[in-house]
C-alpha cells in the first residue's frame, strides 16, 4: 500500500499514554473543524469534529480543544493504543460558503507496545 | 452500508491519454467532493457537487481536468492529454447533505500514475 507522510512530524509514545497532537491554522473566518485519522494503505477516517462557537469536545478516548485567538486546535487521544498508530490531519471549512476543507500537514502518531 | 468506492484501485497510464476516473458516494449522500493527495501531505481540494449541480471548481488544476455527476449519484472525473505531474492519488468523498458542516467520509482513493 501507499506509504502516507514520509517526512511528516512525528509523535512517538507508549501504550497507555496519552498523546496531544496539535495543528495551526491560518484563517480566523473557518468555522468548523475536523480531525482525520490516514492508516497506510486507506482513505483519511472521521475521527471528531468541532465548530467554532465551542471550544472543546469529546468523544470515545478523544478530545478536541479549539483556541481561536491563536488559531490552534488540538487533539488529545486517551490511553493510546498500537492501533492508534497513523497519521493525522486536521482540516478546517474556510466559510466561504462552499463545502471544502483545507487540510493541514499531518502528524505520525507512533505507539510502542 | 458501504462506504465510499472508487474505481479503478490503481490507474498507470502513458503520457497524453485521457483517464477516467469512478466515485460512488455512500447511498443516499447529496454532497460528492474530488481531492487529490500527493505524498506526505493533506488532501487538497479539487471540486464539489450537490445533488448533480457542480457547485465550486475553484480547485481543478486546469482545464484538462473535468468532472460530472449526470444523476446526482456516481462521478467521474475525468483528465485528459495526461502529464507526469498528474500523478497522485485522487480521493472521492461524500456527505449526506448540503451543510458546510457536515463530516466528509473518504473514500479508498484511485492511485493514478502517469508515466
Known amino acids: 500500500g501507499e506509504s502516507v507522510g514520509l517526512h511528516l512530524p512525528t509523535l512517538s509514545v507508549q501504550e497507555g499514554d496519552n498523546s496531544i497532537i496539535n495543528c495551526a491554522y491560518s484563517n480566523s473566518a473557518s468555522d468548523y473543524f475536523i480531525w482525520y485519522k490516514q492508516e497506510s494503505g486507506k482513505g483519511p477516517q472521521f475521527i471528531i469534529d468541532i465548530r467554532s462557537n465551542m471550544d472543546k469536545r469529546q468523544g470515545q478516548r478523544v478530545t478536541v480543544l479549539l483556541n481561536k485567538t491563536v488559531k490552534h486546535l488540538s487533539l488529545q487521544i486517551a490511553a493510546t493504543q498500537p492501533g492508534d498508530s497513523a497519521v493525522y490531519f486536521c482540516?478546517?471549512?474556510?466559510?466561504?460558503?462552499?463545502?471544502?476543507?483545507?487540510f493541514g500537514t499531518g502528524t505520525r502518531l507512533l505507539v510502542s507496545p | 452500508g458501504a462506504g465510499v468506492s472508487q474505481s479503478p484501485r490503481y490507474k498507470v497510464t502513458k503520457r497524453g491519454q485521457d483517464v477516467a476516473l469512478r466515485c460512488d458516494p455512500i447511498?443516499?449522500?447529496?454532497?460528492l467532493y474530488w481531492y487529490r493527495q500527493a505524498l506526505g501531505q493533506g488532501p487538497e481540494f479539487l471540486t464539489y457537487f450537490n445533488y448533480e449541480a457542480q457547485q465550486d471548481k475553484s480547485g481543478l488544476p486546469n482545464d484538462r481536468f473535468s468532472a460530472e455527476r449526470p444523476e446526482g449519484s456516481i462521478s467521474t472525473l475525468t483528465i485528459q492529454r495526461t502529464e507526469q505531474r498528474d500523478s497522485a492519488m485522487y480521493r472521492c468523498?461524500?456527505?449526506?447533505?448540503?451543510?458546510?458542516?457536515?463530516?466528509?467520509?473518504f473514500g479508498p482513493g484511485t492511485r493514478l500514475t502517469v508515466l
Open positions: 447511498s443516499g449522500h447529496v454532497s
Open positions: 468523498a461524500s456527505s449526506p447533505r448540503v451543510s458546510l458542516t457536515d463530516t466528509q467520509y
Open positions: 482540516a478546517e471549512n474556510p466559510n466561504t460558503g462552499f463545502q471544502k476543507l483545507v
